[in-house]
């Protein structure tokens, strides 16, 4: 603990006090404003001496007060207090002093005073006189200052440390255990540490020493193991129904989520926003932000649990403009939570686009439990839209990241869960899941899929940047970055090989169904990476009640491509708004016309006719199928595709089909065609 000065950065000041109406109404807020005005009359911030306040007879009068009043934050604080004093020091002024400064950041707009106070108790505590409380107000300062306005990450580390310093009785140690892996487990700790030291401290505390503090850490223990060892080892987290501890109810939450028990997850977040108060460690309250946005999002139908997800959110959001590397990625989950929950669309690419980048920001970021998690959201999106054709994948990576994580019992858990005979999915499941084949699985696979590792890529590249700029270049960790591209290049290899494996596929059946809605979802599930490819899509659906009779998976199939070329086709366009325009036009009596032109570079003429040729491909590397299979399906519904040029720019494709197409690809027993 070397450092002795803060520098405050008044862009992450903490937010807006609630109205003063609202704390005057508070006993314990008015004691702590009271005694903070006597504070900063005391002449802050040039104080050097903190335990002289204590001299000052109003001014103590005024401490005591202030954490005596009311129950939260008062008894916690006071709490906190007894615990130092019990642990040996004489005097808990310094402590009281620091806890009493981070009510004022929160509430008072205390800020730049309230950071040097604090900062001035972190001081003077290290001076030997006070070596019996160093522990306590080294690691109040770090967990309830320090995280509010430095770094997180490097608060979050120090508080770990002034944890691992403060000895003292059992309660506190366990205590500590508890807020060091929840610290530890925001910055990406791999999960076998952290069960290791949680057990390590927990055979430490004498056997029958039961308290709120050590029921806590074997909780955390206990959740910790499930993830590590699977059902072997089930529990039920025991938490005092009157449970005062903000942290035996986070932990209970966490706990019930992971096994998906939605009431039970609902009941503890529900009595954990009881206790929620302004000296709540940041490394708790993320967390619960997190759980909180991800419960809400799994009820249907509970008034008010919209806006309560949106505030989880948001919460997060403003948490992660001060500290993107670790409440980023919990952030970008929170949103694909939201959208997720209000997606009641056929399909739904704002939530899995969300869930894409949450996962490669975690990812970038080293916390790969929160991109299990977004992998899993991910999943959990394709199963309720029925996106079939990305679901394995995402699956997939799920069970990866927990591995990596070292999460064994969470992937045994989930591939249980998951190879559930199709019997065990609800009716809506089984419905969506049924629709899996409306659309097209080889876009879906290359959309999705492919667009993840690339992302990645892109993310672990500005890591190994930012290593290689610093003063001193971090080469390993530039090393592991340049790994880790590594790994997302092959994966994009192997999507692509198992792409060429799905274009080999067999027919698919036919039905009659609105030709316009069916281009309309391509469209929509093509919309988010359109816009992060800074392209714009005009579409003119001009055939809203034209029914036609085709396969419908295999028409999306040949849309998909021609969005996809379309869209890399306009990569390189930097000289005027990339536009791509989808049209539905009749065609004649029995005819419809689909049209997708890009202003893209265009194809030369001489290429017109070898671009439908198989393995024909421009690209470094492109697969060289996707215009050759739109060829073989168009032709095997009776109609033709061809290309143009379009004016003044660009690549026009025209898909003309009869309204009663010959046949799909082969006749298929299961016809869904009634008509
Ligand atoms: P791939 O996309 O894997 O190369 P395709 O069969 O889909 O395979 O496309 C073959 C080639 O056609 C592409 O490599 C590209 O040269 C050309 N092409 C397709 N669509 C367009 C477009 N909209 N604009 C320019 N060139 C295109």
């Not at 060091?180 to 910055?187: A, D, F, K, P, Q």
């Not at 035996?248 to 503890?268: F, I, Y």
């Not at 708790?284 to 799994?298: I, S």
Request: charged content about 20%; some cysteine; hydrophobic content about 50%.
């Amino acid at each position: 603990m070397n450092r002795t000065t803060v520098p405050y950065d008044p862009a992450c000041a903490p937010p807006a006090p609630p109205d003063a109406g609202a704390a005057a109404s508070e006993p314990h807020i008015a004691a702590c404003r009271r005694a903070w005005q006597l504070l900063c009359d005391a002449g802050m911030p040039t104080l050097t001496d903190a335990p002289q306040l204590a001299a000052d007879p109003a001014l103590a009068a005024a401490l005591q007060d202030a954490f005596n009043a009311g129950r939260l934050p008062g008894a916690l604080i006071e709490t906190e207090i007894r615990r130092a004093l019990l642990d040996g020091p004489r005097d808990a002024t310094l402590l009281a002093t620091v806890l009493l400064a981070a009510v004022a950041l929160d509430r008072f707009h205390g800020g730049r005073r309230a950071m040097l106070l604090a900062e001035t108790c972190a001081v003077r505590a290290r001076h030997d006189d006070a070596r019996a409380v160093a522990g306590a107000v080294l690691r109040a300062h770090a967990t309830l200052v320090l995280s509010r306005c430095a770094p997180l990450r490097e608060a979050a580390l120090l508080q770990a440390e002034a944890c691992r310093l403060e000895a003292g009785r059992p309660d506190t140690v366990a205590r500590n255990a508890v807020l060091w892996t929840g610290v530890r487990l925001l910055c990406g700790a791999p999960l076998a540490e952290l069960l290791h030291y949680a057990e390590a401290v927990r055979q430490s505390v004498p056997f029958g020493n039961v308290s709120v503090a050590t029921s806590q850490l074997d909780s955390r223990i206990a959740m910790f193991r499930a993830l590590a060892d699977g059902p072997r080892t089930p529990f039920v987290p025991t938490v005092p129904a009157d449970a005062m501890q903000f942290g035996c109810w986070l932990g209970c939450l966490q706990a019930t989520w992971l096994r998906g028990e939605t009431g039970a997850a609902r009941a503890a977040l529900a009595a954990a926003r009881q206790l929620v108060t302004p000296v709540t460690p940041p490394c708790e309250l993320l967390t619960y932000h997190l759980f909180g946005a991800l419960t809400l999002a799994r009820l249907e139908n509970v008034p008010g649990a919209t806006a309560a997800l949106r505030a989880h959110r948001r919460a997060l959001q403003a948490w992660a403009r001060r500290a993107p590397d670790v409440a980023g990625a919990m952030a970008l989950l929170a949103l694909a939570a939201e959208r997720d929950a209000a997606g009641a669309r056929a399909s739904n690419p704002g939530a899995l686009a969300a869930c894409e980048r949450a996962a490669a920001q975690a990812q970038a970021a080293g916390q790969a439990w929160i991109a299990a998690l977004a992998w899993e959201g991910a999943a959990g999106v394709c199963v309720r839209h029925g996106l079939a054709g990305a679901l394995p994948g995402y699956r997939k990576l799920a069970l990866d990241a927990w591995r990596d994580w070292g999460a064994h019992g969470r992937v045994r858990d989930l591939m249980q869960a998951w190879d559930a005979p199709p019997g065990t999915l609800d009716h809506d499941q089984q419905t969506r899941a049924a629709r899996a084949g409306t659309v097209g699985e080889l876009g879906i696979t290359i959309a999705h899929e492919v667009n993840q590792p690339l992302a990645a890529i892109l993310l672990h590249a500005a890591a190994a940047r930012r290593w290689l700029r610093r003063g001193q270049p971090d080469m390993t960790r530039a090393l592991e970055a340049l790994e880790q591209i590594t790994a997302c290049g092959r994966q994009a290899g192997d999507i692509v090989r198992s792409v060429r494996g799905l274009a080999r596929r067999e027919g698919e059946a036919t039905s009659m169904f609105a030709l316009d809605t069916a281009v309309a979802e391509v469209a929509q599930l093509l919309r988010a990476l359109m816009v992060r490819q800074n392209v714009q899509l005009e579409t003119r659906l001009l055939l809203p009640e034209r029914q036609i009779h085709a396969s419908r998976a295999q028409i999306q199939q040949v849309l998909i491509n021609l969005l996809l070329n379309a869209i890399e086709a306009l990569a390189g366009v930097s000289d005027r708004p990339r536009r791509i325009v989808l049209e539905s036009v009749p065609a004649g009596p029995a005819l419809v016309e689909l049209r997708v032109r890009d202003n893209g570079p265009g194809i030369a003429p001489a290429d017109r006719e070898r671009i439908f040729d198989a393995l024909y491909s421009t690209k470094p590397h492109g697969t060289g199928v996707g215009l050759s299979i739109s060829r073989a399906i168009v032709e095997a519904h009776g109609g033709r595709i061809e290309c143009t040029a379009a004016e003044p720019h660009g690549a026009l494709f025209r898909v003309v089909l009869p309204v009663r197409s010959a046949a799909a690809l082969k006749p298929s027993t299961e016809s869904r065609d009634h008509a």
